[in-house]
């Protein structure tokens, strides 16, 4: 039987928000949990050490055959961080390469994925890379779109938005939430996380867990005492964690293409 749930979405779409949450709801801290300290309860995936173990060498050196050929065993590595279930965070797609898939079926016991309007994640996406948002587009519209290995990180390939949302939405028994629907009833959406892994959520714990993972909590926490995973930029990571900012800052030209590149899934999901 599996033991990972992937927390899962395309980049800049919530997934740091979902890990905060849990670690508040699980763990029942006195004050909110730290965002330097998720990885007491999650791990990130791609995190080079965790492939360091059996390839050799440079992380930004190892090929994507390299990657995939020891990532089941990694994987397997993965189950033995808690003896319940384990919460792994992933910006992959869900889908195989080189034959092999990127979150491994055999150990998986259910994914929790998150949805954001494509036009926002764009705007967040760039001002976290400190790419041009005409490039972020570009990247987000390209079936192979990739993120390269890095001394700290192995590949992450997350094809298009499109592609990423049809990989994940397509399987049935996983649970998606959509940024939004997060945003408006926080309550309810965290809720339906929790029923999701088998439990009954308590109300009171369910609502410290909301307010210790708020927004304006995140960005504090950033602004005191920084992030670890913040962007090589100097865009902070927490910037504004709204809805429909993208109004402000695409140019119409801008907003079209991606409403061309993305229209059938963006409608499925209400964006159109």
Sequence with gaps: MGKI???????KSGNTWLRVFLHNYINRPDEPASINKLTKLSAS????????????????????QDVQRVRPQVHRDLTKLHPDLVFI????????????????????AG???????????AVSYAAYTGLPLDETIA??????????GTAQQVFEVLGSWSNHTESWTS?????HLRYEDMLNNPTHEFGRII??????????????????????????????????AASPTASPFFRQGRAGAWREVLSETQRAKIESDHGPMMKKFLYS
């Excluded at 399987?171 to 649970?175: E, G, I, S």
């Excluded at 909590?217 to 602004?223: D, G, I, K, R, V």
């Design 111 to 121: 994914a929790i994925h998150i949805i954001r309007d494509p036009r926002d994640v």
């Design 5 to 11: 749930v992937w927390l899962a979405s395309y980049p």
């Design 45 to 64: 995936e791609c995190n080079a050490a965790f492939f360091h173990a059996y390839l050799p060498g440079p992380p930004a050196a190892y090929t994507t």
């Design 195 to 228: 029923h999701y892994l088998g439990g009954g959520p308590d109300p009171a714990r369910l609502a410290k867990a909301v307010a210790f993972s708020a927004f304006a909590t995140l960005a504090q926490q950033e602004s005191a005492h920084g992030y670890q």
């Design 171 to 175: 399987a049935p028994k996983f649970l």
């Design 89 to 108: 965070k992933t910006h992959n797609a869900n889908r195989a390469v080189h034959g092999i898939p990127l979150c491994t079926p055999a150990l998986t």
């Design 139 to 148: 990247f987000m519209s390209q079936s192979g779109a990739a993120n390269r």
